[in-house]
Protein backbone atom coordinates (compact mmCIF):
# COMPACT_ATOMS: atom_id res chain seq x y z
CA UNK A 1 0.00 0.00 0.00
CA UNK A 2 1.25 3.67 -0.89
CA UNK A 3 1.23 6.44 1.32
CA UNK A 4 -1.07 8.06 -0.20
CA UNK A 5 -3.66 5.14 -0.28
CA UNK A 6 -3.04 4.87 3.56
CA UNK A 7 -3.40 8.43 3.82
CA UNK A 8 -7.04 8.01 2.11
CA UNK A 9 -8.38 5.20 3.97
CA UNK A 10 -7.43 7.00 7.40
CA UNK A 11 -8.99 9.86 6.81
CA UNK A 12 -11.59 8.13 5.26
CA UNK A 13 -12.23 5.97 8.97
CA UNK A 14 -11.57 9.26 11.03
CA UNK A 15 -14.46 11.17 9.11
CA UNK A 16 -17.17 7.85 9.80
CA UNK A 17 -15.61 7.20 13.11
CA UNK A 18 -17.13 11.71 13.44
CA UNK A 19 -20.01 10.78 11.63
CA UNK A 20 -20.66 8.36 14.25
CA UNK A 21 -19.90 10.09 17.33
CA UNK A 22 -21.83 12.64 16.12
CA UNK A 23 -25.13 10.81 15.01
CA UNK A 24 -24.61 9.06 18.32
CA UNK A 25 -24.84 12.82 20.73
CA UNK A 26 -27.71 13.70 19.04
CA UNK A 27 -29.49 10.49 18.68
CA UNK A 28 -28.95 10.87 22.81
CA UNK A 29 -30.14 14.28 23.00
CA UNK A 30 -33.12 13.62 20.89
CA UNK A 31 -34.33 10.65 22.63
CA UNK A 32 -33.70 12.04 26.13
CA UNK A 33 -35.51 15.15 25.48
CA UNK A 34 -38.19 13.00 24.41
CA UNK A 35 -38.28 10.76 27.57
CA UNK A 36 -37.90 13.56 29.80
CA UNK A 37 -40.94 15.69 27.95
CA UNK A 38 -42.89 12.09 28.31
CA UNK A 39 -42.32 11.89 32.00
CA UNK A 40 -43.53 15.73 32.49
CA UNK A 41 -46.33 14.68 30.85
CA UNK A 42 -46.03 16.85 27.66
CA UNK A 43 -46.36 14.43 24.79
CA UNK A 44 -48.90 15.85 22.72
CA UNK A 45 -49.71 19.18 24.70
CA UNK A 46 -48.55 22.09 26.37
CA UNK A 47 -46.95 21.66 29.77
CA UNK A 48 -45.29 24.14 32.38
CA UNK A 49 -41.76 22.06 31.59
CA UNK A 50 -39.50 23.76 28.42
CA UNK A 51 -36.47 21.48 27.26
CA UNK A 52 -33.35 24.26 27.31
CA UNK A 53 -32.96 25.80 23.84
CA UNK A 54 -29.59 25.56 23.59
CA UNK A 55 -29.84 21.88 23.44
CA UNK A 56 -32.43 21.64 20.93
CA UNK A 57 -30.23 24.19 18.92
CA UNK A 58 -27.33 22.00 19.45
CA UNK A 59 -29.19 19.14 18.27
CA UNK A 60 -29.94 20.71 15.13
CA UNK A 61 -26.94 21.72 13.98
CA UNK A 62 -25.18 18.36 14.81
CA UNK A 63 -27.76 16.99 12.43
CA UNK A 64 -27.23 19.73 9.87
CA UNK A 65 -23.45 18.92 10.20
CA UNK A 66 -23.56 15.13 10.12
CA UNK A 67 -25.79 15.87 6.42
CA UNK A 68 -22.57 18.29 5.45
CA UNK A 69 -19.98 16.02 6.82
CA UNK A 70 -21.39 13.22 4.48
CA UNK A 71 -21.19 15.28 1.45
CA UNK A 72 -17.91 15.67 2.23
CA UNK A 73 -17.24 12.28 1.86
CA UNK A 74 -18.73 11.70 -1.33
CA UNK A 75 -16.04 14.73 -2.42
CA UNK A 76 -13.36 12.65 -1.21
CA UNK A 77 -14.22 10.44 -3.70
CA UNK A 78 -11.21 11.59 -6.11
CA UNK A 79 -10.52 9.42 -9.87
CA UNK A 80 -8.32 6.69 -8.22
CA UNK A 81 -10.76 5.92 -5.51
CA UNK A 82 -13.94 6.08 -7.63
CA UNK A 83 -16.27 3.28 -9.28
CA UNK A 84 -16.31 6.12 -12.46
CA UNK A 85 -16.46 9.74 -13.00
CA UNK A 86 -20.41 9.20 -13.87
CA UNK A 87 -21.53 7.24 -10.57
CA UNK A 88 -19.73 10.15 -8.62
CA UNK A 89 -21.30 12.79 -10.14
CA UNK A 90 -24.85 11.14 -9.25
CA UNK A 91 -24.02 10.54 -5.91
CA UNK A 92 -22.93 14.14 -5.37
CA UNK A 93 -26.16 15.90 -6.77
CA UNK A 94 -28.17 13.04 -4.33
CA UNK A 95 -25.98 14.36 -1.44
CA UNK A 96 -27.13 17.89 -2.63
CA UNK A 97 -30.51 17.70 -2.48
CA UNK A 98 -30.40 15.65 0.89
CA UNK A 99 -28.53 18.71 2.22
CA UNK A 100 -31.10 21.14 1.06
CA UNK A 101 -33.81 18.75 2.04
CA UNK A 102 -32.52 18.76 5.72
CA UNK A 103 -31.53 21.88 5.84
CA UNK A 104 -35.34 23.04 5.04
CA UNK A 105 -36.18 19.77 7.03
CA UNK A 106 -34.20 20.45 10.39
CA UNK A 107 -34.47 24.37 10.54
CA UNK A 108 -38.20 24.55 9.37
CA UNK A 109 -37.21 27.95 7.41
CA UNK A 110 -35.70 29.46 10.71
CA UNK A 111 -32.23 30.07 11.40
CA UNK A 112 -30.58 29.47 14.97
CA UNK A 113 -31.16 33.26 16.67
CA UNK A 114 -34.63 33.52 14.83
CA UNK A 115 -33.59 34.62 11.26
CA UNK A 116 -36.27 33.14 8.87
CA UNK A 117 -35.58 32.32 5.54
CA UNK A 118 -39.55 30.98 4.46
CA UNK A 119 -42.02 30.52 6.54
CA UNK A 120 -42.61 26.99 8.35
CA UNK A 121 -44.87 25.36 6.21
CA UNK A 122 -43.42 26.37 2.83
CA UNK A 123 -39.79 24.60 4.28
CA UNK A 124 -41.52 21.39 4.99
CA UNK A 125 -42.43 21.38 1.35
CA UNK A 126 -39.71 22.17 -0.11
CA UNK A 127 -37.59 19.93 2.29
CA UNK A 128 -39.97 16.88 0.89
CA UNK A 129 -39.46 18.39 -2.57
CA UNK A 130 -35.67 18.33 -2.20
CA UNK A 131 -36.05 14.30 -0.92
CA UNK A 132 -38.10 14.11 -3.62
CA UNK A 133 -35.28 15.02 -6.37
CA UNK A 134 -32.59 13.23 -4.37
CA UNK A 135 -34.79 9.80 -4.52
CA UNK A 136 -35.34 10.15 -8.29
CA UNK A 137 -31.16 10.70 -8.66
CA UNK A 138 -30.87 7.46 -6.23
CA UNK A 139 -32.63 5.81 -8.70
CA UNK A 140 -30.91 7.03 -11.80
CA UNK A 141 -27.86 6.46 -10.37
CA UNK A 142 -28.52 2.98 -9.38
CA UNK A 143 -30.40 1.92 -12.55
CA UNK A 144 -27.21 2.71 -14.67
CA UNK A 145 -29.04 3.23 -17.82
CA UNK A 146 -31.92 1.85 -19.42
CA UNK A 147 -29.72 -0.15 -21.83
CA UNK A 148 -27.96 -1.65 -19.11
CA UNK A 149 -30.72 -2.69 -16.66
CA UNK A 150 -32.53 -4.24 -20.21
CA UNK A 151 -29.20 -6.22 -20.37
CA UNK A 152 -28.99 -7.50 -17.02
CA UNK A 153 -32.97 -8.72 -17.40
CA UNK A 154 -31.71 -10.72 -19.71
CA UNK A 155 -29.38 -12.77 -18.19
CA UNK A 156 -30.88 -16.09 -16.40
CA UNK A 157 -32.34 -15.86 -13.53
CA UNK A 158 -32.09 -12.24 -13.12
CA UNK A 159 -35.22 -11.01 -14.55
CA UNK A 160 -37.32 -13.11 -11.32
CA UNK A 161 -35.63 -11.89 -8.99
CA UNK A 162 -35.62 -8.22 -9.75
CA UNK A 163 -39.68 -8.05 -10.23
CA UNK A 164 -39.77 -10.45 -7.09
CA UNK A 165 -37.89 -7.56 -5.16
CA UNK A 166 -40.37 -4.75 -7.32
CA UNK A 167 -43.20 -7.00 -5.34
CA UNK A 168 -41.21 -7.01 -1.97
CA UNK A 169 -40.54 -3.62 -2.14
CA UNK A 170 -44.34 -2.73 -2.70
CA UNK A 171 -45.70 -4.48 0.38
CA UNK A 172 -44.40 -2.34 3.19
CA UNK A 173 -45.40 0.47 1.29
CA UNK A 174 -48.99 -0.97 0.92
CA UNK A 175 -49.34 -1.34 4.30
CA UNK A 176 -48.16 1.26 5.83
CA UNK A 177 -51.02 3.43 3.45
CA UNK A 178 -53.58 0.98 4.53
CA UNK A 179 -52.99 1.26 8.16
CA UNK A 180 -52.52 5.09 8.14
CA UNK A 181 -55.36 5.86 5.31
CA UNK A 182 -57.57 8.47 7.43
CA UNK A 183 -54.25 10.35 7.73
CA UNK A 184 -52.74 11.03 4.93
CA UNK A 185 -52.55 13.75 2.43
CA UNK A 186 -52.59 11.93 -0.46
CA UNK A 187 -51.99 13.96 -2.96
CA UNK A 188 -49.01 14.57 -1.28
CA UNK A 189 -48.35 11.40 0.65
CA UNK A 190 -48.77 8.93 -2.67
CA UNK A 191 -46.46 10.32 -4.94
CA UNK A 192 -43.78 10.80 -2.70
CA UNK A 193 -44.37 6.94 -1.32
CA UNK A 194 -43.84 5.93 -4.88
CA UNK A 195 -40.98 6.96 -5.48
CA UNK A 196 -39.29 6.66 -2.22
CA UNK A 197 -40.36 2.59 -2.90
CA UNK A 198 -39.14 2.62 -6.61
CA UNK A 199 -35.99 3.89 -4.92
CA UNK A 200 -35.69 1.39 -2.59
CA UNK A 201 -36.68 -1.51 -5.30
CA UNK A 202 -34.04 0.16 -7.77
CA UNK A 203 -30.92 -0.07 -5.04
CA UNK A 204 -31.96 -3.78 -3.72
CA UNK A 205 -31.75 -4.72 -7.67
CA UNK A 206 -28.05 -3.86 -8.11
CA UNK A 207 -27.79 -7.14 -5.71
CA UNK A 208 -29.08 -9.77 -8.50
CA UNK A 209 -27.64 -7.84 -11.38
CA UNK A 210 -24.47 -8.20 -9.78
CA UNK A 211 -21.92 -6.71 -12.71
CA UNK A 212 -23.13 -3.24 -12.23
CA UNK A 213 -21.66 -2.85 -8.97
CA UNK A 214 -18.97 -4.35 -6.70
CA UNK A 215 -19.92 -6.89 -3.89
CA UNK A 216 -19.08 -4.52 -1.21
CA UNK A 217 -20.84 -1.77 -2.87
CA UNK A 218 -23.70 -3.66 -3.78
CA UNK A 219 -24.17 -4.42 0.03
CA UNK A 220 -23.99 -0.65 1.27
CA UNK A 221 -26.72 0.16 -1.78
CA UNK A 222 -29.05 -1.75 -0.42
CA UNK A 223 -28.29 -1.45 2.81
CA UNK A 224 -28.35 2.63 3.07
CA UNK A 225 -31.49 2.49 0.98
CA UNK A 226 -33.34 0.30 3.42
CA UNK A 227 -32.21 2.49 5.83
CA UNK A 228 -33.29 5.54 3.93
CA UNK A 229 -36.70 3.96 2.99
CA UNK A 230 -37.26 3.44 6.88
CA UNK A 231 -36.41 6.52 8.15
CA UNK A 232 -38.53 8.56 5.23
CA UNK A 233 -41.63 6.23 6.54
CA UNK A 234 -41.33 6.79 10.05
CA UNK A 235 -40.61 10.59 9.57
CA UNK A 236 -44.03 10.79 7.31
CA UNK A 237 -45.72 8.77 9.68
CA UNK A 238 -44.94 10.70 12.84
CA UNK A 239 -45.92 14.19 10.84
CA UNK A 240 -49.02 12.16 10.02
CA UNK A 241 -50.24 10.83 13.16
CA UNK A 242 -49.33 13.86 15.26
CA UNK A 243 -52.40 15.18 15.90
CA UNK A 244 -54.61 11.78 16.20
CA UNK A 245 -51.97 9.86 18.05
CA UNK A 246 -49.51 11.62 19.40
CA UNK A 247 -47.65 9.21 21.87
CA UNK A 248 -47.25 6.83 18.88
CA UNK A 249 -46.24 9.37 16.94
CA UNK A 250 -43.63 10.65 19.42
CA UNK A 251 -42.37 7.12 19.32
CA UNK A 252 -42.31 6.43 15.77
CA UNK A 253 -40.74 9.58 15.65
CA UNK A 254 -37.54 8.51 17.12
CA UNK A 255 -36.56 5.66 14.04
CA UNK A 256 -35.31 8.43 11.93
CA UNK A 257 -32.54 9.24 14.25
CA UNK A 258 -31.42 5.75 14.62
CA UNK A 259 -31.56 5.04 10.95
CA UNK A 260 -30.73 8.34 8.64
CA UNK A 261 -27.36 8.82 9.58
CA UNK A 262 -26.64 4.80 8.34
CA UNK A 263 -28.48 5.57 5.21
CA UNK A 264 -26.26 8.29 4.27
CA UNK A 265 -22.79 6.68 5.32
CA UNK A 266 -23.66 3.71 3.49
CA UNK A 267 -25.06 5.66 0.50
CA UNK A 268 -21.48 7.73 0.57
CA UNK A 269 -19.34 4.92 1.07
CA UNK A 270 -20.89 2.97 -1.41
CA UNK A 271 -19.22 5.74 -4.05
CA UNK A 272 -15.60 4.13 -3.70
CA UNK A 273 -13.98 1.60 -4.91
CA UNK A 274 -12.96 -0.59 -2.12
CA UNK A 275 -10.09 -2.42 -3.69
CA UNK A 276 -8.16 0.98 -4.48
CA UNK A 277 -9.28 2.02 -1.11
CA UNK A 278 -7.88 -0.88 0.59
CA UNK A 279 -4.55 -0.60 -1.44
CA UNK A 280 -5.59 -4.66 -2.45
CA UNK A 281 -5.16 -5.97 -6.30
CA UNK A 282 -8.43 -7.19 -7.60
CA UNK A 283 -7.12 -11.16 -7.07
CA UNK A 284 -6.12 -10.26 -3.46
CA UNK A 285 -9.88 -10.30 -1.97
CA UNK A 286 -12.36 -11.66 -5.10
CA UNK A 287 -15.22 -10.64 -2.69
CA UNK A 288 -14.63 -7.16 -2.85
CA UNK A 289 -15.42 -7.10 -6.36
CA UNK A 290 -17.15 -10.28 -7.47
Known sequence: MT???NKARTRVVGLVALLMYLAGLFTMQDFAEFRV???EGCV???CGFTWPAGLSTLSTVLRMARTLLCGVLVLWIRPDLWLDQKDRTRLLIAFAFAALGDFFLIFGGTLPGGI?????GQAFMMGVAAFLVCHGVLIWRHLVSFADFRSDLQRPGVAPKVWGLLAASFVPTIAAVVLTWP???PAMDLPYMLILTLSLWMALTVIPRKDDFPRVNRALIAGGLGFFYLCDVCLGLGVRLQDAMPL???WIGQVPNLSYSWALIALALSGYNWLALMGREEDDNPALSA
Not at 116 to 120: G, N, R, S
Open 37 to 39: LFH
Open 248 to 250: ASE
Open 116 to 120: EIVPP
Open 183 to 185: YLK
Open 3 to 5: VIE
Open 44 to 46: GQT
